[in-house]
Structures are given as structure tokens and as C-alpha cells.
């Protein structure tokens, strides 16, 4: 079975753009969330998404958005980068047999210069 | 409430020696604590979890000790190897509605040759 595929894996971003990050979970999996790892903040929850819809929310700025698709591919996007954003993105997913287990992607770094 | 604090910050061990990493929460809603183990340019993956149910639990070298008195659970790694050598994040999440993770903030484990 695959595991969860995040892309894209590095990408560098200026100030100001836009970033819009990819997750797949494992098959068959419904729920997807997001974290934030930073050496300073460790990791930090940004969103939850099952059957399509935001269940939970992290303390980030609207800045950071996320949606799930039908498949239960989600995206996530930030706007406005700042340095600050830079960053390893998290994705996981869980099924609804493996209790309160999540699966780690291998996540993908973004760089804002 | 809802911090995870998790000590050392790092911590290096001799080969055959026995590592251990502590956490401890607040928020007494919390049911269920996994630790990750995470590689370099890796993504966490799941190392073992527990529940408050139980006071121990053992998977080959890896222990979880829980204590909910206390609200303290830790990781005893025995005969710790070089290839243990990795980040450890202990979490806490509940199991009801949403499945937010709280993190700790890691500890750098380095196993001597």
C-alpha cells in the first residue's frame, strides 16, 4: 500500500507570492491533516479535513488554507509569504479503523527568500 | 492545557545503553499518546502508542511507561543502536470528535558507536 505522497518536495518562494502545497493520503483513507514543523515551534496543527470538510483548525493566520477533495486529495495554500513561512509541511492521514493513528508524509520544504 | 512538555531537549547514549525521553500534559481529556520517531529529511512515523487504560507497553526494545496520576508518560529505548539515532516527538491527542495532535517538542537522540 502507498503511503501518504506530498508534493511538491522543495520549493523556494519569494515574499509576498502564493504557495499551494499537495497531499494524497493512503488509500482509503478519509482524513487529512496538516502541520507546520519548525525548528524553533516544532510541529504545529494547522488543519484537519474528512469527507471534504474542515473538522478543525490550528492557531495560524487565514492566510493558510487548506481544502479535500472528493478522492480525499487535499491542498493546502498560503498567501502573502513571509520569511517566516519557510518551513517543512506536514501531511497525514488516518482511516477510520486505525483509531486515532496518523501517517506522516514525507512532507514538503518551502523556503521563502 | 494543551502543551506537551517533552525532556531532554537531546540526549546521547552509549551503544547497548538505555535511552529515555520524557513527556508530560495538562489537559486530562487526552487519550491516546503515540511517539514518532523521525529521521533527517524524513517525515515522522509511528514508533508505538498507548492508551490510559494501560501502565506499560512493550513493542521489541521500545517501552511506553504511562503514569495518569501523574500525567507523565515516557520512552525507554533499551540496548539503544546508532540507527536509533533520530528526532522523538511524543503527542497527545484525544479520541473523540477531532484528532488534533498536541506535539512535544522533540529530543535529538544520538547513540554512540
Known amino acids: 500500500k502507498a503511503g501518504v505522497t506530498q508534493t511538491p518536495r522543495y520549493l523556494i518562494k519569494t515574499r509576498g507570492q502564493q504557495v499551494t502545497l499537495s497531499c494524497s493520503p493512503i488509500s482509503g483513507h478519509r482524513s487529512v491533516s496538516w502541520y507546520q514543523q519548525t525548528p524553533g515551534q516544532g510541529l504545529q496543527f494547522l488543519f484537519e479535513?474528512?469527507?471534504?470538510?474542515?473538522?478543525n483548525k490550528g492557531n495560524f493566520p487565514g492566510r493558510f488554507s487548506g481544502r479535500q477533495f472528493s478522492n480525499s486529495r487535499s491542498e493546502m495554500n498560503v498567501s502573502t509569504l513571509e520569511l517566516g513561512d519557510s518551513a517543512l509541511y506536514l501531511c497525514?492521514?488516518?482511516?477510520?479503523?486505525?483509531?486515532?493513528?496518523?501517517?506522516f508524509g514525507e512532507g514538503s520544504w518551502l523556503t521563502v527568500v | 492545557q494543551q502543551q506537551v512538555k517533552q525532556s531532554p531537549q537531546s540526549l546521547i547514549v552509549q551503544k547497548g545503553g538505555i535511552s529515555i525521553i520524557n513527556c508530560a500534559y495538562e489537559?486530562?481529556?487526552?487519550?491516546?499518546f503515540p511517539w514518532y520517531q523521525q529521521f533527517p529529511g524524513k517525515g515522522p512515523a509511528l514508533l508505538i502508542a498507548i492508551r490510559p487504560d494501560v501502565s506499560e507497553k512493550k513493542e521489541g526494545r521500545f517501552t511506553i511507561s504511562f503514569n495518569k496520576s501523574a500525567k507523565q508518560f515516557s520512552l525507554h529505548i533499551m540496548d539503544s543502536q546508532p540507527g536509533d539515532s533520530a528526532t522523538y516527538f511524543c503527542?497527545?491527542?484525544?479520541?473523540?470528535?477531532?484528532?488534533?495532535?498536541?506535539f512535544g517538542t522533540g529530543t535529538r537522540l544520538k547513540v554512540l558507536a
Open positions: 489537559n486530562t481529556a487526552f487519550d491516546y
Open positions: 497525514a492521514s488516518r482511516s477510520q479503523g486505525s483509531g486515532n493513528t496518523i501517517y
Open positions: 503527542a497527545a491527542s484525544t479520541t473523540s470528535g477531532t484528532y488534533k495532535y498536541i
Open positions: 479535513y474528512f469527507s471534504e470538510t474542515q473538522r
